[in-house]
């Protein structure tokens, strides 16, 4: 697609294992941001990452960015079943304000 | 502090009807985002405001769509007339000037057009 790609559309792991999720991106970003929605919500921010970063943390999550690759991964340790939820990576091409969202990744965690 | 407060949280209504979304957002925000969202075409931007003023309208699917923000505290998306494949969950977001801030989303309004 024009925005780039997220992967996978869904994942389903065991409570307390790892997920990992991909986003990639068409042309140069100014940042790149995750977010996450629960069933009936509005999105939550997670994370941000400048183009000029190669990794963040926030408690369990890490996010990398490889602009090499146009491409970022939002890591999550140690899931909990609150986890389950839908993730999205949003796109801040340069030069633009507005935010590309992709499909978005749909996490289920079972306990 | 209140997060985007948007209005209806759900709306039926026949077709033909005029629908209005309405959104607070957050106090001290300069720009405000309208999104729509589909199985189908996921999450789309229809309009986004800065200081009020329109900015990018180019994601408004048609003329019966039209937005507007009379004040920073308070924007209206209207569909008239309405059609059933309007029938889907339309977000509202505000932000900070700075172009390194996040979005923050309302828990958008579900609108079921019969």
């Known amino acids: 697609s024009q925005q780039g790609e997220e992967d996978p559309q869904a994942l389903s792991i065991q409570e307390g294992e790892n997920a990992t999720m991909n986003c990639s991106y068409k042309t140069s970003i100014n940042n790149l941001q995750w977010y996450r929605q629960n069933s009936g919500r509005g999105l939550v921010h997670l994370i941000l990452i400048r183009s000029n970063e190669r990794e963040k943390h926030s408690g369990r999550l890490r996010v990398t960015l490889d602009t090499s690759k146009k491409s970022s991964s939002l890591l999550i340790t140690a899931s909990r079943a609150a986890d389950t939820a839908s993730y999205f990576c949003?796109?801040?091409?340069?030069?633009?304000?507005?935010?590309?969202f992709g499909q978005g990744t749909r996490l289920t965690i079972n306990p | 502090d209140a997060g985007v407060i948007q209005s209806p949280r759900h709306e039926v209504t026949e077709m033909g009807q005029e629908v209005t979304l309405r959104c607070k957002p957050i106090s001290g925000h300069d720009y405000l985002f309208w999104y729509r969202q589909t199985m189908m075409r996921g999450l789309e931007l229809l309009i986004y405001f800065n200081n009020n003023v329109p900015i990018d309208d180019s994601g408004m699917p048609e003329d019966r769509f039209s937005a507007k923000m009379p004040n920073a505290s308070f924007s209206t998306l209207k569909i008239q007339p309405s059609e059933p494949r309007d029938s889907a969950v339309y977000f509202c977001?505000?932000?900070?000037?700075?172009?390194?801030?996040?979005?923050?989303f309302g828990d958008g309004t579900r609108l079921s057009i019969l």
């Open positions: 949003a796109r801040r091409y340069q030069g633009a304000q507005k935010l590309v």
């Open positions: 977001a505000s932000s900070l000037q700075e172009g390194n801030q996040p979005q923050h």
